[in-house]
């Protein structure tokens, strides 16, 4: 797996969504680079090398949920993922102009991303490498600010609470139909806060 690690960290790194399409699944990291004061820290250790994740994902080819084999991802899930996480960041910024003025701003221009892509008879190995990019990141928008890569729960399943990212980064119209209790803002700043302290910057 150290290994997986390193090559992964040795891909290069493009625009998000990079400007090219390709197919197949794997594994994939953003990098956030621009100056919300809540993620300075996340930005300042990637404005000279892409140090540090705010969030490792991965797309599953069809059918690997199921645990079926699969031999080729013809839809491309890893691009429209990354694509829709662009789309997500575009929508927060859209909605910034009527947002709560400490609430963080995100401009699309300010990411970056680097994936892996894994064949499909090697699918097992997805999840697993996933795993241990989180683990050994810690990527703010996987452990502290939850929800990023949340789906449009569905009619009747609405009672679930407004996820920590939509709190902050509110845009995604779906969201504002969940009527669970969420967190509130400051709560979620504060452990922001005390998560980004354990972090090294880099001059």
Request: hydrophobic share 40%; net charge neutral; glycine share 8%.
């Amino acid at each position: 797996m150290l290994d997986a690690l390193r090559f992964f960290n040795g891909t290069p790194v493009y625009e998000l969504p990079p400007a090219t399409s390709f197919t197949g699944s794997g594994v994939y990291a953003l990098y956030y680079t621009g100056d919300a004061p809540l993620y300075e820290k996340v930005a300042q250790l990637n404005r000279v090398a892409y140090n540090l994740p705010i969030y490792v994902g991965k797309a599953i080819p069809s059918g690997g949920r199921r645990g079926l084999t699969v031999l080729d991802d013809e839809e491309g899930s890893l691009i429209k993922r990354l694509r829709e996480h662009f789309k997500s960041i575009v929508l927060a910024h859209q909605f910034a102009g009527v947002r709560s003025a400490e609430l963080p701003v995100l401009d699309p221009l300010h990411f970056a991303c680097r994936f892996m892509i894994i064949p499909g008879d090697e699918a097992a190995l997805i999840a697993p490498i996933e795993a241990a990019l989180i683990r050994n990141y810690l990527p703010l928008w996987n452990s502290v600010v939850d929800g990023f890569g949340n789906h449009d729960p569905g009619k009747g399943r609405y009672e679930q609470a407004k996820s920590a990212w939509d709190v902050l980064h509110p845009g995604r119209k779906w969201a504002d139909k969940c009527l669970g209790e969420p967190f509130p803002a400051d709560v979620i700043v504060a452990s922001i806060s005390s998560h980004l302290q354990k972090i090294k910057t880099t001059s």
